[in-house]
């Protein structure tokens, strides 16, 4: 089976970095994805890592250890549109792919 | 706009009624997947479909059934509803089926009330 671990709430300041962590256990590893959403919203890919290290894409970058079963999505620059949900999402053995409960990030003036 | 369209946005029904969910997946993709999203829990994977056949099955009730039309839009029944299946479902598609390594493009999903 697969477990996903990621924090439940996380608050930042405008203008602030935020770094959403995210850890796993699978059965097999096929690749790791973070999805944003929004209140009611359908959720919006953002990255994809299946190799180890960095990958960056504008304010957001987005981290993947495979040894360390870890991953972590950082927001730069960060502004109001960016409250959201963060969904860690771990694609393992058997095509499955598993969603973590998701990062509820909230950003105050 | 992902390209995929999910109806209806909202349903409310009462316990023991069966209701149907209709996605049509963005042109050219293969595959349709479901998925269960309540309050107090994540994105929950229900089934997926590739080209009409099924070929992933998650954490879905016997209650529950799906099926891919050769059109390639997809259907979700519930049937003899109780109140915990009060969610939001959603419904993804991808071209090839490959939801480990493809992204997948969300419909804004339907809101289902059962009272």
């Known amino acids: 089976g697969q477990n996903i671990d990621q924090p439940t709430e996380m608050t930042a300041t405008e203008g602030a970095i935020v770094q959403i962590n995210c850890t796993y256990q699978t059965s097999g590893f096929n690749g790791l994805f973070w999805y944003q959403q929004h209140a009611g919203e359908a959720p919006t890919f953002l990255s994809y890592?299946?190799?180890?290290g960095l990958e960056e894409k504008g304010r957001f970058s987005s981290f993947l250890s495979r040894s360390k079963g870890y991953s972590y999505l950082l927001l730069k620059e960060l502004q109001m549109k960016d409250s959201a949900s963060y969904l860690c999402?771990?694609?393992?053995?058997?095509?499955?792919?598993?969603f973590g409960g998701g990062t509820r990030l909230m950003v105050k003036p | 706009d992902s390209g995929v369209t999910q109806t209806p946005k909202h349903l409310i029904t009462a316990t023991g009624q069966r209701v149907t969910l209709r996605c049509s997946p963005r042109?050219?993709?293969?595959?349709v997947y479901w998925y269960q999203q309540s309050l107090d829990q994540g994105l929950q994977f229900l089934i997926q479909?590739?080209?009409?056949?099924?070929?992933a099955k998650g954490n879905i009730l016997e209650r529950f059934s799906a099926q891919q039309f050769p059109d390639l839009h997809s259907e979700l029944n519930l049937s003899s509803l109780e109140l915990g299946d009060s969610a939001l479902y959603f419904c993804a598609s991808s071209p090839n089926g490959q939801a480990t390594n493809e992204k997948l493009f969300f419909g804004s999903g339907t809101q289902l009330s059962v009272l």
């Open positions: 999402a771990v694609g393992g053995a058997g095509n499955m792919l598993t």
């Open positions: 890592n299946v190799l180890d």
């Open positions: 042109s050219g993709d293969l595959s």
């Open positions: 479909y590739y080209n009409g056949e099924e070929r």
